[in-house]
């Protein structure tokens, strides 16, 4: 299979890495809570450099034409963040009830925005199913539930077709047709499809084995689904005896069949996935690092 490129480094815990239109890629730093954005530097090389800083604890990044949208798990609510960086609440509620701490954001083509709330780790799993999915519609920004309190650990989201960037074919603005969400403790898959009118019915798309579930999702213009395993770091060395253990990235059919695999060399603690044309990036937070396979 292909094997995946240091591109740069940077950050602490980095995670969530997000392509905008305009085909920039950003990342954020979990723990120090910026908002990083890869910048060619005067000598030719790549860079993370702050950008803004926003959260007190972000966990996942959507920027559009209009807004920068971020989870923030500590502040147990979708952020809206400024050009300034200020940022301002967006939606921490639904129906009265506070979000356990989002994880994870997708828009589709239409400008719906799909909200994981899946909340720390150990705010939801297979002790606790509180995790939920939520839609925001782009027309009326009501807030309605995909899957509500009933999931372990939503941890990522991705949706078919994915939404077309700046330089790419000049596909026609789609609502998502599937909706894909890893759940991360029950270390699975699930496969949304919007049926009757706000109604979204879920099947188990792929059952994975080992490690601690999938931490994030991308989606390919064929329909195929990229999916970036984690493991924790002190886990893995102990299993290996010590040594740092690869990360590991799998790609799914539209059947849910494994296809593909690929190897992160850095660290077992794949923390997000992005796709640019036939790039795929790879955040692994144990080294900071974020690395490109070419597809």
Do not use: M
């Not at 939503?154 to 700046?166: F, I, N």
């Amino acid at each position: 299979s292909a094997s995946a490129t240091l591109v740069a480094t940077g950050g602490t815990g980095l995670c969530a890495p997000h392509i905008d239109a305009e085909g920039t890629l950003w990342a954020l730093s979990a723990q120090t809570g910026e908002i990083l954005r890869l910048t060619q530097q005067p000598d030719g090389s790549l860079a993370l450099t702050a950008a803004l800083h926003a959260g007190a604890a972000p966990s996942a990044l959507a920027v559009n034409a209009h807004a920068t949208y971020l989870c923030d798990v500590a502040h147990k609510a979708v952020l809206l963040v400024g050009a300034d960086g200020t940022a301002s609440e967006f939606v921490r509620e639904y129906e009265q009830r506070p979000f356990v701490g989002p994880t994870a954001l997708a828009f589709d083509g239409a400008h719906n925005l799909f909200v994981a709330d899946g909340g720390a780790d150990g705010d939801t799993g297979l002790h606790s199913r509180k995790g939920s999915v939520f839609v925001i519609s782009a027309e009326g920004q009501l807030l309605l539930p995909v899957a509500h309190e009933s999931l372990a650990r939503p941890s990522a989201l991705a949706v078919y077709p994915p939404p077309p960037l700046a330089d790419g074919a000049a596909a026609e603005p789609a609502a998502a047709a599937i909706l894909y969400v890893a759940e991360q403790a029950a270390n699975r898959i699930i496969r949304f499809v919007k049926r009757p009118v706000d109604v979204f019915v879920g099947t188990v798309f792929r059952q994975f084995a080992g490690g601690a579930g999938p931490s994030s999702l991308a989606c390919d213009t064929d329909g195929s689904v990229y999916v970036g395993h984690f493991e924790y770091a002190s886990v893995a060395s102990a299993l290996g005896g010590g040594s740092t253990v690869s990360g590991r990235v799998t790609k799914l059919s539209v059947q849910g069949e494994i296809v593909a695999e690929y190897t992160i060399p850095g660290g077992s603690e794949v923390s997000g996935l992005a796709l640019k044309g036939r790039t795929l990036y790879v955040t692994e937070a144990s080294s900071n690092a974020v690395y490109a396979i070419e597809l």
